[in-house]
């Protein structure tokens, strides 16, 4: 079981009417959310994407992480991904959202939710995680891996 140092205030993962890629997109940029007692970032970067979810694993006092990364591209309505990394050995490599951004939110609507996520503007704390996969609201650890 590997451990990684992680910043908790997660250096996360994210249209302009065309490339949601664009340095110009509101989308760019370290987004935060938080869920239960979770948190999930996301960071935006040129094409790039980085989503990180952490959750505090009780019975070690450390934290789960799963990382999921890939590139990305947008249009007025939906945000299209396509991972390339993961630590879940069978994720789905391409998926989409609808979404709505503005200067200070991004919202991801999903078939039976929506994550509202905030400017990411910490730096965060060390914090000692374990990589794997939360399967069923079970957590299995595994590595970051090509997909």
């Avoid at 250096?11 to 239960?36: H, K």
């Avoid at 952490?54 to 006092?61: I, K, L, Y």
């Avoid at 704390?125 to 939360?134: E, H, M, Q």
């Amino acid at each position: 079981m590997g451990a990684l140092v992680v910043a908790v205030g997660l250096a996360g993962c994210g249209g302009d009417g065309g490339d949601g890629g664009s340095l110009n997109s509101p989308l760019q940029g370290r987004w935060i959310a938080t869920t239960n007692s979770c948190a999930i970032g996301l960071n935006l970067t040129g094409n790039a994407f980085t989503s990180r979810t952490v959750c505090p694993d009780v019975s070690t006092g450390l934290y789960d992480l799963r990382e999921e990364d890939g590139t990305f591209t947008a249009d007025e309505a939906k945000i299209y991904f396509h991972a390339t990394d993961s630590t879940c050995p069978e994720p789905t490599p391409s998926y989409y959202n609808p979404y709505s951004v503005t200067a200070t939110s991004l919202t991801l609507t999903y078939s039976d939710s929506l994550i509202v996520f905030g400017r990411n503007t910490s730096t965060g704390t060390g914090a000692v995680a374990t990589y794997g996969c939360f399967v069923n609201g079970v957590f299995d650890p595994a590595p970051l891996v090509s997909l």
